[in-house]
């Protein structure tokens, strides 16, 4: 192989010994994961939101925004029920740019892989010490779900990852509900696939061992929109894209049929403020159909402390080195109304 063995990493058990979660903490998150099962089985009728930058570049910004979001969050919990974004490692198109706390935790230096792993531990550790919030992170690398695996509370499986049978097999294995999204493509074949594949029970090869899955009964859809051919972003948000998707879902005798709606990424072609009017326009068809009000339980939306997003080495505090975000004033503006609408 061409590979420079850099040196080895802890494994999982290591890190979680080094950096334990202590058993108030381990309430929180039991109860915390008992809610978000019964919101996607439709027990509890509370409207998720899952919310947050679109990258956790760094651990003080992100904690700040985390304890606004929790003041938010006490004003809206008999509707509207939280679960932050804290995405550590990110995909790249190219395989360019920045990848995450997990690779550089600081954006401006070289990949340190061994301080990434603590530092992304540390910020999901102190939000949920902090806030009381567990959070939500993509499953970029199947394999290192286990550092963070007792601190989240949902997983997304991304547009480019949705069809390898590694993330498939661990999504059946995991506790907490995983998000699939539709590929880049927009077939909603390949992610009912992937749905159904996570759902049953597998045998296959993790970390070095044979392992057995029980399968996920949570894992569900998420909506991002697509690129035609052209390369141009394309929406499957509206009325008639959640009802293709139910019909879907009946079809294929889905367990626990539900979707979560990205407002950014191809829905809003990256236009970040394009998001307020996607989760006003989601809403009113939820209101509009009890199909669709069932099977929509909640929204996905990129924001931050400040509006938009900035080049690595600018040095606005609080503001996306990735995709651009909402800022703060109009996220807060938003999940007020969202609350009223509801």
């Known amino acids: 192989m061409n590979l420079e063995f850099i040196r080895e990493l802890p494994n999982p058990d290591a ?14 998150k039991t109860r915390r994961d008992g809610e978000i099962r019964r919101i996607l089985s439709g027990e509890d009728d509370r409207f998720l939101l899952i919310i947050g930058p679109c990258s956790a570049d760094r651990q003080d910004a992100v904690l700040d925004y985390m304890h606004r979001l929790r003041a938010v969050q006490d004003k809206v919990a008999d509707k509207i029920y939280m679960i932050p974004r804290i ?10 740019g920045y990848k995450g706390m997990l690779h550089q935790p600081d954006p401006s230096a070289h990949s340190d892989m061994m301080k990434g792993l603590f530092s992304i531990r540390e910020m999901h550790l102190r939000t949920l010490e902090e806030t009381g919030f567990t959070c939500a992170d993509e499953m970029l690398y199947p394999e290192n779900h286990a550092y963070l695996d007792d601190l989240l509370g949902y997983v997304a499986v991304g547009a480019r990852s949705v069809e390898n049978q590694q993330h498939r097999l661990t999504a059946s294995g995991l506790k907490v509900p995983v998000g699939m999204k539709n590929p880049t493509s927009g077939d909603y074949s390949v992610m009912l696939n992937a749905i159904l594949a996570a759902q049953h029970r597998h045998t296959f090869v993790y970390r070095g061992w044979e392992v057995h899955s029980q399968g996920n009964p949570l894992t569900h859809a998420i909506l991002r929109g697509y690129v035609n051919k052209h390369g141009q972003s394309q929406p499957n948000y509206h009325f008639e894209d959640l009802l293709r998707l139910y019909e879907s879902y009946t079809a294929k005798e889905v367990q626990n049929p539900a979707v979560i709606v990205d407002c950014n990424h191809s829905n809003s072609g990256k236009q970040y403020l394009e998001q307020i009017r996607i989760a006003k326009e989601v809403l009113h068809s939820r209101r509009s159909d009890e199909r669709i009000e069932g099977l929509v339980k909640g929204l996905m939306i990129e924001s931050y402390l400040v509006d938009g997003a900035q080049k690595i080495g600018d040095g606005c505090y609080g503001q996306s080195i990735t995709d651009p975000c909402l800022g703060w004033e109009k996220t807060e503006r938003l999940i007020l109304e969202m609350a009223d609408l509801l």
């Not at 890190?15 to 929180?28: Q, R, S, T, Y």
């Not at 995405?87 to 360019?96: A, C, F, Q």
């Open 87 to 96: 995405y550590t490692n990110k995909p790249r198109t190219t395989g360019d």
């Open 15 to 28: 890190v979680k010994a080094m950096m334990a979660v202590k058993p108030e903490l381990k309430e929180i």
